[in-house]
């Protein structure tokens, strides 16, 4: 029934458009359906194909944009939308050029990538799902969304949900990491933060999930590369937060660059038609990633252009971005009965649905006002929620002797290749953010610490073998109490094509760092990065390790602040830090072998290394505090669930035995110890954030029902299985603190 339902919704459409009738639920107002229809009934299978083609504005081009004459394009009606169109006056510019001077004057759709920000820049996504804040992460994204919309965009490419176990990925840094659960929730907060209640305001923007699917997965973490799934882990660890997207009223859907199981995800009938339209009844339109559908051919999939435009279009992919593959072959393909033109019809109004939507079809310029996109860009609440959640996303990994935070009347030597860049600090896929709005780590600091406490020295490059500026930073080092060392990636090492098989710090930063460690002074090393890093090095040269990610904009006073103490990190990790590359991939969540080896213990003829421990550097959901929690008192209300009784409640004592208030992230996890089959050594099912004042204590309690334990059983069906489940309440991955309880069979 699910695979028939939206099979017969397009029937209907298309049987209306031929009766001149308005076609049932294109825009969910039947207003709009009307304009919908009206202009569907005048448009040629011309003007249809052309509302299916993206193209690239040449002015901050995000891929390899092929040359074309845009403006007569957009005149003939060949142009559905653009990208990289940026400024209320620009795209009011092409705008005008659609609406006055095509046929019908139907308005462009303009998106871009706005990923962790627009003007005001924002931790990158990783960072965010460090915070563990899915408030303050949806937060961001509403802010991004309304400096977006004021500069006349109308569609982002994000959220990207991938999920993703190999940091060797670039990509890793524009997701929320490993964990599925955490990435439900996240997905969720984006979808509603960039679309709101109702996408007819002028601060509300398509969102898109991207990239479906599986991408993250990709062998040998290696971006573009192929994904080889099995359907069980496919459908258990990476479909659910595009799931949750859909389920949260998400707009557009992006196929993937990857192969699945051998077929491309822009030609993927399994992923776009079976799973998307079929089971989840998704009724907005996809976009194809940068040329994916031509890429159909490297893949080896499609013959020809012509080829790759059929399989994709076949397959589900409405909008072409840049192949520019569909104006030129579908038309032929319909002559050929390849493609119908009833296919074409339906992807037109999806699209058109979306303009719809958006108040294009009344007011095409509602976006392109340069006033408002004056008054909105960077204003000083914006920045603040970026130097807040900046200061959210930090993690501490270590703090021997509690050197942090450090007190403000010390002499502070700040070192590094990252501690004065501008445009490191503000990562990739920057969004229109610019460097002379960018404050710097040394610029934060100087706002706490007067400039005869101040001692800074670049040091040494990111990459690179130059050393003579090691000199420099050993002076500072002994002139000051304490050394804060900035150390990590450039800003384009992680995100697209960036892709590393070494993930230890790059050039001569670690012989920049044993250099201050002879100095014999405290020394804290601030990461900037974009993915988990090998650090098995650089633990015992500092006394201090936090992860700072890439903070964005305000990223320099709100290191500032957790590094004085003005703010008390309570980040957590969302990905596992491995101790080496040879250890990936590696995660939290991963299934037992049939020789577990046991904790602490290395025997032979188990599952283990010869010269590695299998346990991770860091776990999933670690984080240090300036303060300490302790957790005890673990209760689980009854030993049985009943499929159709009460939840159980799951409640635990957190106190704070510290010196300091602060934030706690309290994490479940579960352990369903047999199933059909082999089920994960624990799984986080529910997370909540505390907030305890020094020597405050307070019970946390989570429910749990029948539908929190259910997978995707051995015959493929969805749900829970009778048995017996352990439960940890924690801190991190690792909570040792547990209970047992049963699901009845009932």
Known sequence: MHLRTPLLGILLLVAGLARGQTPASLTGDPRLDEKVSDL???????????????????????????????????RSGRCG???NVTGAAYSKTLQTVAVKQSRLGIPLIFGYDVIHGYKTIFPICLGQAASWDVA????????????????????????MVDIARDPRWGRMSEGAGEDTYLGIQIAKARVHAFQGDDLSRPDTMLACAKHFAAYGAAQAGRDYYTTDLSEATLREVYLPPFKAAVDAGVATFMAAFNDLNGVPSSGNKFLLQTVLRGEWGFKGFVVSDWGSVNELQYHGYAASPRDAARLGFNAGVEMDMESKLYYPHLLGLVKEGKVTEEQITVAAGRILAMKARLGLLDDPFRYSDPAREKATLLRPEHLEAARDLARRACVLLKNDKQILPVQKEATVALVGPLADSRIDILGSWRGRGETSDAVTLLKGFQGVFPSDRLLYARGCDISGKDTTGFAEARAAADKADVVIAVLGESWDMSGEASSRSNLDLPGQQIALLTE???????????????????LENVLPLADAVLIAWIPGTMGGPAIADVVTGAYNPAGKLPVTFPRSVGQIPIFYNHKS?????????????????LDSPNSPLFPFGFGLSYTKFTYDNLRVSAPILHAQGEPLTVSVTVRNEGGYDGEETVQLYIHDRVGSL???????????????KKGEEREVTFKLTPADLAFWRADLTFGPEPGKFEVFVGGDSDATLQDKFELAAD
């Open 81 to 83: 939308a653009m990208l």
């Open 516 to 534: 201050l460690h002879k100095s014999g002074k405290p020394i804290v090393v601030v990461l900037m990065c974009g993915r988990a890093l090998t």
């Open 593 to 609: 072998s049939g020789r577990p080896q046991p904790p602490g213990e290395r025997i032979q003829y188990k599952s283990n290394y």
């Open 678 to 692: 082999t089920r994960p050594v624990r799984e986080l099912k529910g997370f909540s954030k505390v907030f305890l």
């Open 136 to 159: 303050a992460i949806e937060k961001a994204d509403r802010i991004a969304a309304i400096e977006a919309t004021s500069a006349g965009i109308h569609w982002t490419y994000s959220p």
């Open 40 to 74: 569907l009934r005048q448009m040629t299978l011309e003007e249809k194909v052309g509302q299916l083609m993206q193209h690239s504005s040449d002015d901050n081009a995000t891929g390899p944009a092929t040359k074309s004459n845009i403006l007569n394009e957009i």
